[in-house]
């Protein structure tokens, strides 16, 4: 396991990548009515990307995913192919996941949006469960302590909604590469002794479902379901473990509020 420390230079470096990706979940957002397919919400990220940022779309063609962001409504847990059939409706859940690859280095970020005004309260608890987990998660974060924790805070507060957290998938370290060590996970798991270090960076995604924690994959090889057809909701940061503590390199205007400084 290779786990990278940044630099300075780095961190600015994947701070600039983190901002581009905030800037695509905020402009997208007027976009998220009833009625729109997830392939032109694509197709606006997209070009926004490549034509305004001036940078790229890290899931485009990763590993042959074949579009510029995931979008993924209700009980799809994540890596939903966006296509032009799949249309938004009133009562929706959808998250959306960006990442920019500028100069390369990566910022990867997801929130969830509700779509109409018709989301049901059960729903709505889900979507802000997921939220306030990463929060949770975010505010124990500093140098000295072990990886675990985070799963740990994740699963219990997740749990005492009487929510489940979604075991397959976790977060990753995150710089030059997409993908690095070490993995992030979710709930309370062996973390091979790894303690946080100030210069790592990482995000912190978790997916957390209504019904029963299980998923399976959809046979484009990509959408990941719930296995009961309940709903799933999914927040994601990256985060700079500081001398102090973290900082955030994906907050959003609307969030300032809700994390601890």
């Given at each position: 396991m290779k786990i990278f420390i940044k630099n300075s230079k780095e961190i600015k470096k994947i701070y600039k990548s983190c901002q581009l990706a905030v800037e695509v979940l905020e402009m997208i957002k007027n976009y998220i009515i009833p009625g729109i397919s997830t392939e032109e919400?694509?197709?606006?990220?997209h070009n926004y990307?490549?034509?305004?940022q001036k940078a790229k779309s890290a899931t485009l063609g990763y590993k042959g995913f074949p579009k510029s962001v995931c979008i993924s409504i209700n009980d799809v847990v994540c890596h939903g192919i966006p296509n032009k059939k799949e249309i938004l409706k009133n009562g929706d859940?959808?998250?959306?996941?960006?990442?920019?690859?500028?100069k390369n280095y990566y910022g990867d970020t997801s929130k969830m949006f509700l779509v109409g005004n018709n989301v049901s309260k059960k729903?709505?608890?889900l979507c802000l469960t997921?939220?306030?987990?990463l929060y949770k998660a975010i505010n124990i974060l500093k140098p000295g302590i072990r990886l675990y924790k985070i799963g740990q805070t994740i699963q219990k507060y997740v749990e005492s909604k009487n929510f489940s957290v979604v075991r397959n998938y976790c977060g990753h370290g995150i710089g030059k590469n997409f993908h690095e060590d070490p993995q992030i996970l979710h709930y309370k798991s062996y973390d091979y002794g790894i303690i946080l270090k100030s210069g790592m960076i990482f995000t912190i995604e978790p997916m957390i479902n209504i019904g029963?924690?299980?998923v399976y994959v959809m046979n484009d090889n990509w959408?990941?379901?719930t296995i009961d057809k309940t709903n799933s909701a999914q927040y994601e940061h990256t985060v700079l473990i500081t001398d102090g503590?973290?900082?955030v390199l994906t907050i959003r205007k609307e969030e300032n509020i809700f994390i601890k400084k």
């Open positions: 919400i694509n197709n606006i990220c990307i490549t034509n305004i859940i959808v998250n959306i996941d960006v990442t920019v690859l500028y729903s709505k608890l997921a939220q306030k987990s029963h924690h299980g959408t990941v379901k503590g973290s900082k």
